[in-house]
């Protein structure tokens, strides 16, 4: 039997670490930390370096390859399904024979524009697997904590999305509050500037965060700039922003 603890670790800062997020890491065998390649290296070195922090062993700490998405199949969903499902294989290979506790750190929470359930799934699928679900501070909260703004405006709803679907579908009919996520550069070029406000943030709760905010007609190409000029300097970036209407 595995024991798979998904341990959300917030958004990078190693104060987001909760006390049952610790537990849960000293309690587990092993420390599964994907490797996404030498331009994303930083973060697997910020796993390890909370892991160290809370373990001071890190001799329990495994990592893996994680495989990229294949561009060769056209459709979306079946691209993501494909690299799930060879996710989950490489899990099985990491973890090993015999039973185990093991424990997955997680971008923010797992419960929020994150497959790593889904993954689990499958990996129960095929090993006997019992999973659970340690929650952790997410993207939104830091990118709100940062801006000290709230999430929602009084008595109304938000709706968070993709940038993917902001640039395909425009702006959501259902609320005058968009929190956009995975946006892979200026999906808020395709609404209406006017009337809108943005609350922009680059690795959000990191020593390296970025923070710009301001009428949308005023700051957007700002923003712009600044992204372009952030992934050049690391190699990568991870942003978040909250958009509202007047």
Same mark, same amino acid.
């Given at each position: 039997?595995?024991?798979?603890?998904?341990?959300?670790?917030?958004?990078?800062?190693?104060?987001?670490?909760?006390?049952?997020?610790?537990?849960?890491?000293?309690?587990?065998? +092993?420390?599964? +930390?994907?490797?996404?390649?030498?331009?994303?290296?930083?973060?697997?070195?910020?796993?390890?370096?909370?892991?160290?922090? $809370?373990?001071? !062993?890190?001799?329990?700490?495994?990592?893996?390859?994680?495989?990229?998405? !294949?561009?060769?199949?056209?459709?979306? #969903?079946?691209?993501?399904?494909?690299?799930?499902?060879?996710?989950?294989? *490489?899990?099985?290979?990491?973890? %090993?024979?015999?039973?185990?506790? =093991?424990?997955?750190?997680?971008? %923010?929470?797992?419960?929020?524009?994150?497959?790593?359930?889904?993954?689990?799934?499958?990996?129960?699928?095929?090993?006997?697997?019992? =999973? #659970?679900?340690?929650?952790? $501070?997410?993207?939104?909260?830091?990118?709100?904590?940062?801006?000290?703004?709230?999430?929602?405006?009084? /008595?109304?709803?938000?709706?968070?999305?993709?940038?993917?679907?902001?640039? !395909?579908? /425009?702006?959501?009919?259902?609320?005058?509050? =968009? *929190?956009?996520?995975? !946006?892979? /550069?200026?999906?808020?070029?395709? +609404?209406?500037?006017?009337? *809108?406000?943005?609350?922009?943030?680059?690795?959000?709760?990191?020593?390296?965060?970025?923070?710009?905010? /301001?009428?949308?007609?005023? *700051?957007?190409?700002?923003?712009?700039?600044?992204?372009?000029?952030?992934?050049?300097?690391?190699?990568?970036?991870?942003?978040?922003?909250?958009?509202?209407?007047?």
């Amino acid at each position: 039997m595995i024991q798979l603890s998904l341990v959300g670790i917030g958004t990078g800062h190693p104060k987001h670490l909760t006390f049952q997020a610790a537990e849960a890491l000293r309690a587990a065998d +092993i420390v599964l +930390i994907p490797e996404k390649g030498e331009d994303k290296a930083d973060l697997a070195d910020l796993r390890r370096a909370i892991a160290g922090e $809370v373990l001071g !062993d890190v001799s329990k700490l495994r990592p893996f390859p994680l495989p990229v998405r !294949d561009p060769a199949i056209p459709d979306y #969903e079946a691209r993501v399904s494909d690299w799930h499902d060879r996710i989950a294989r *490489v899990w099985d290979e990491a973890i %090993g024979p015999g039973p185990a506790k =093991v424990a997955l750190m997680v971008w %923010g929470d797992p419960s929020l524009y994150d497959s790593t359930l889904r993954i689990a799934e499958r990996l129960a699928a095929v090993r006997s697997a019992s =999973v #659970e679900v340690i929650p952790g $501070v997410t993207s939104i909260q830091a990118l709100c904590a940062a801006h000290r703004i709230p999430l929602n405006e009084v /008595g109304k709803p938000f709706l968070v999305t993709t940038g993917r679907r902001l640039r !395909d579908e /425009g702006w959501p009919v259902s609320a005058d509050t =968009v *929190v956009v996520m995975l !946006d892979a /550069g200026g999906a808020f070029e395709a +609404i209406a500037p006017e009337g *809108v406000t943005i609350w922009w943030s680059a690795y959000a709760g990191m020593a390296e965060e970025i923070l710009i905010a /301001g009428p949308l007609p005023e *700051v957007s190409a700002r923003i712009l700039d600044t992204r372009a000029a952030a992934r050049a300097r690391h190699g990568w970036i991870m942003d978040i922003y909250l958009m509202r209407r007047a």
